[in-house]
């Protein structure tokens, strides 16, 4: 698992946005299993399908009731019938703890329900990458715990992770390297111990100090 | 005195046709009689032995059925022209029968039947000859038959135009002569030439017949006078009947002008011209001009489609080749002259200024610095335009009599000008109006072409006047709506009618009827395209290409920028300009409306699917979702929603903007409305029962839309 950390308006989303394709950079590449997803002839749609991504808004589909949600992709990429994909979709519900859900409408979720209910509809496509960006920023403090803990249990089963957060407890305990972020570059990274025990640039130090301090 | 004088003569009439009854009815029951009539070997297709050697031809055949209707038998004695002439003459035969034209030389020795036939002498040339009028004739051989009218013509100009004739005993040689070459031309009778080309004979006919007569059945002067009289009876049975057309049309139906034969006229007119063009009680077409034309197209063959529009409208599609022509008390001016050729002129109006029933406004000089209605493109308009500078009256344009006339009743405007049979029409017709001018001669009213163009259908209409003249239709066709000279106007049937409002639309029923038809085939029509049109071009809105964009919002700001009174007089007037095909009006009609309403449904729908959050595409797409299916499943069922009452909203305002297409002469509720006021001046009631009808379409609609919009929710 990689965290993404730095101040507002830094650049993390961005960054995190061109790692399958909602943004496109100005300039360099991005690879994702070696190849440059940047090009024009990327099927953007197959990068997308193996690069899953939750958002700070949840936006699930406001349509369809929270098993539609999940099962919508699979069914219209025809990854899965019908049949196998409820059944896929009753499994991850009841991975994230949803499972009496599966017919509810989505607005009648709490925000940290909507929040599990996105990261189920995004690995409902079997991604070989989950990227996060900030996904507990819009919810109440006491729904925070519940989607980190559905993250923390992804990381244990060994899925690759790009987390943008400020959730420092967590980045500190789960992530496998940090990255920090100012003003639309890469500053520093390294482990959680480098990054938060021992941070080298005046930069990371300062904001470290801010967001630790609160 | 000339009263009692009219008395004794009408009474000496009904005394006449009481005993012409008596005898009619002693005769039906005497033992039929045989007659003996003489008719041409050869003269086809009035007489002439078929293939099977049995006499037959429009003569024959009319002989025949008179002969059969009034129970009196022939016999036929087929001999040469001359020789049937002077073997009536002598009193060997009873009667003649064989295209023989009613000329003043022959009623000295012959009494005629009603005139049966209408004919024309003409001149065929060979199919190769250049010749083209009587000048080239000089020097030259000129064939004809012995004993015919046509023959009598050629030598009386034969001086003239220095020609030598020849003279034949039966068509057969006399043309034989003009093919062969050793004659130029031949002389004959119009529609005997036509036959004879119909047949194969290598001649055609050149100009138009230089003299008009009409055939008529002959006995001896002063004989057979029972003969006669049957024979007139049973003609005009066979003609009320149809056998007498029926007869005709067997043989000739190229008797008709060739030029128009069979074909289809779109002509337009006005909606509201009484006693010109108005609707019946019937919601039947009629007036001077209608019945006129209708004449017209019998007489010379073609056929008819009668577009009632708006005065202008008819004009802009005539210039633009939608409408073949237009009769519509359409004044010959210089300015219209540039743009249309007219034909002959038909009828000589003279313009009044008519005030409300109790005004004291008697002379022109009395407007000054009032307000005066007049009607776009009449007489009327043109005569109080010349003349408002010098009076310094203002004028109120309308574009229907009705709006006119209402105008000077309220008391908006002191006066109105039109037309003074105009006018008196609908002063007959009860509206409180009052004619206080003499009438002003001003230009005659013409039939009217595009300028340049259906020159066939002009000629038609003119040599289908000269014929109506000549035979007195034209005469009592205006008689019908104008009453004879100096007497009062005829009362007609739907002066009596029942105008109350219950009346009214019992009377209209079936036209309303119609109407709302129309208006609702339109309303769906042109909702389905709009609406398929509006959700392309929005779609096109949204898609991510930017020239996709770019054509959307373009198209989005040309159809909801136009008018769509100017969006529907364009199309249905300038496509045909710009491509040379006609488009019906419905088609127009709906085209116009589905791109205005649908410019309006594009940008609804572009603003309902920019009213989903951007979030839920992201979301879609960084499934792997492609943008189409992401569009259709996630996107556009959120933002049907959100467009919903946009969407019911947009088909009531189609609904109601059909009305509008009424200018480009759609027969659709307002339309109807327009008409049925134009024949009964009842223009409140009128519009009330067309308004209620609307609104009661858009109840009904509405309740549709709000069931829909439930059941979509639920």
């Known amino acids: 698992m990689v965290v993404i950390i730095g101040p507002s308006g830094s650049g993390k989303s961005t960054l995190l946005r061109t790692f399958n394709g909602l943004e496109v950079p100005t300039s360099g590449s991005v690879l994702i299993h070696g190849v440059d997803i940047t090009k024009k002839k990327v099927d953007l749609n197959t990068v997308r399908r193996n690069v899953g991504m939750v958002f700070q808004h949840f936006n699930l589909f406001n349509n369809l009731t929270v098993g539609q949600n999940v099962m919508l992709a699979p069914v219209e990429l025809q990854l899965k019938d019908k049949a196998s994909a409820a059944k896929q979709a009753k499994e991850l519900l009841t991975n994230v703890g949803l499972a009496d859900k599966f017919d509810a409408h989505v607005q009648s979720l709490s925000g940290g329900q909507q929040q599990r209910v996105a990261i189920a509809r995004a690995l409902a496509v079997e991604p070989d990458i989950m990227l996060f960006d900030e996904p507990t920023s819009a919810l109440d403090p006491e729904m925070v715990g519940d989607v980190l803990d559905v993250m923390k249990d992804m990381a244990k089963r060994g899925i690759t992770m790009v987390v943008v957060t400020h959730e420092m407890g967590f980045a500190k305990e789960v992530a496998d390297r940090v990255v920090f972020v100012d003003q639309g570059k890469i500053v520093e990274e390294g482990t959680p111990e480098q990054i938060f025990n021992h941070p080298k640039s005046q930069r990371l130090q300062d904001f470290l100090n801010k967001v630790l301090s609160v | ?714």
């Open chain 2, 1 to 714: 005195m000339k009263h009692q004088f009219v008395k004794a003569l009408r009474l000496g009439l009904v005394c006449l046709s009481l005993g012409l009854l008596l005898v009619f009815a002693k005769q039906t029951v005497q033992a039929a009689t045989t007659y003996d009539i003489a008719t041409d070997v050869t003269y086809p297709p009035f007489e002439y032995a078929n293939s099977r050697n049995k006499y037959v031809g429009i003569d024959i055949d009319l002989i025949k059925a008179i002969a059969k209707t009034e129970g009196f038998k022939v016999r036929l004695k087929p001999m040469s022209f001359n020789g049937g002439v002077q073997a009536v003459e002598s009193g060997q035969l009873d009667g003649i029968i064989a295209g023989m034209t009613i000329t003043p030389e022959r009623r000295q020795k012959f009494d005629f039947g009603t005139p049966y036939f209408k004919t024309g002498v003409s001149m065929a040339v060979a199919k190769s000859s250049h010749i083209t009028s009587f000048k080239q004739l000089r020097g030259k051989r000129v064939a004809l038959k012995t004993g015919t009218a046509a023959a009598d013509y050629a030598e009386s100009i034969k001086k003239k135009y220095g020609f030598k004739t020849v003279t034949f005993d039966d068509s057969n040689n006399m043309y034989q002569d003009v093919t062969t070459g050793n004659s130029v031309a031949c002389f004959d009778d119009h529609p005997v030439l036509q036959y004879a080309v119909k047949q194969g004979v290598k001649i055609k006919l050149v100009g138009q017949p230089a003299t008009s007569g009409w055939y008529g059945f002959a006995v001896k002067r002063g004989q057979h006078a029972a003969l006669i009289r049957k024979f007139n009876a049973g003609l005009k049975k066979l003609k009320a009947n149809g056998t007498y057309d029926q007869i005709v049309n067997r043989y000739l139906s190229s008797q008709k002008n060739p030029a128009v034969r069979n074909k289809t006229f779109q002509i337009a007119t006005d909606v509201t011209f009484p006693p010109f063009e108005f609707a019946n009680a019937a919601n039947h077409y009629v007036g001077i001009d209608m019945d006129l034309i209708r004449a017209i197209a019998k007489d010379q063959g073609f056929k008819l489609v009668l577009k009632p529009m708006s005065f202008n409208g008819a004009i802009q599609a005539v210039q633009s080749g939608q409408m073949d022509g237009m009769i519509a008390g359409m004044s010959i001016t210089p300015e219209r002259q540039k743009q249309f050729n007219f034909s002959k002129p038909y009828f000589n109006s003279g313009v009044v200024m008519a005030v409300k029933s109790h005004s004291t406004i008697t002379k022109l000089s009395q407007l000054h610095g009032k307000k005066v209605a007049i009607k776009t493109g009449t007489a009327g308009a043109d005569y109080a335009n010349s003349i408002k500078k010098k009076y310094g009256f203002k004028t109120v344009t309308f574009d229907d009599s009705n709006n006119m006339y209402q105008d000077v009743i309220t008391g908006n405007s002191v006066a109105c000008f039109d037309d003074h049979p105009v006018i008196k029409y609908a002063i007959h017709k009860g509206t409180k109006l009052r004619i206080v001018t003499k009438p002003v001669e001003t230009a005659p009213y013409g039939f009217a072409v595009k300028r340049g163009h259906n020159a066939a259908l002009l000629a038609a209409f003119n040599t289908g006047l000269a014929n109506l003249k000549a035979s007195g239709q034209f005469d009592q066709i205006k008689a019908k709506y104008l009453g004879a000279p100096g007497k009062a106007m005829p009362v007609t049937a739907d002066t009596k009618t029942d105008n109350s409002f219950f009346g009214l639309i019992k009377q209209n029923a079936s036209a309303l009827g119609e109407g709302l038809q129309e208006t609702l085939l339109l309303s769906v029509v042109s909702i389905f395209f709009a609406t398929i049109f509006g959700i392309i071009v929005g779609l096109l809105g949204v898609v991510p290409i930017k020239w996709l964009n770019w054509l959307s919002t373009t198209i989005i700001y040309i159809f909801r920028g136009l008018p769509l009174l100017v969006l529907a007089l364009f199309i249905y007037t300038g496509i045909p300009s710009l491509t040379g095909e006609k488009i019906p009006a419905f088609v127009a009609g709906v085209i116009t409306l589905a791109f205005n309403e649908g410019a309006y449904t594009a940008a609804f729908v572009k603003g309902g699917i920019a009213a989903v959050d951007p979030g839920q595409m992201e979301a879609a797409r960084s499934l792997g979702l492609p943008f189409g299916k992401a569009m259709r499943k996630v996107i556009l069922p959120q933002g049907l929603k959100i467009m919903v009452p946009s969407f019911i909203n947009q088909f009531i305002i189609t609904l109601k903007d059909t009305s509008i297409l009424s200018v480009i002469g759609l027969l659709e509720l307002t339309q109807t409305g327009k008409i049925i006021i134009a024949r009964n001046l009842e223009g409140f009631a009128v519009w009330t029962i067309i308004a209620l009808m609307y609104l009661i379409l858009i109840t009904l609609l509405t309740w549709l839309s709000n069931w829909v919009q439930r059941r979509m929710k639920a």
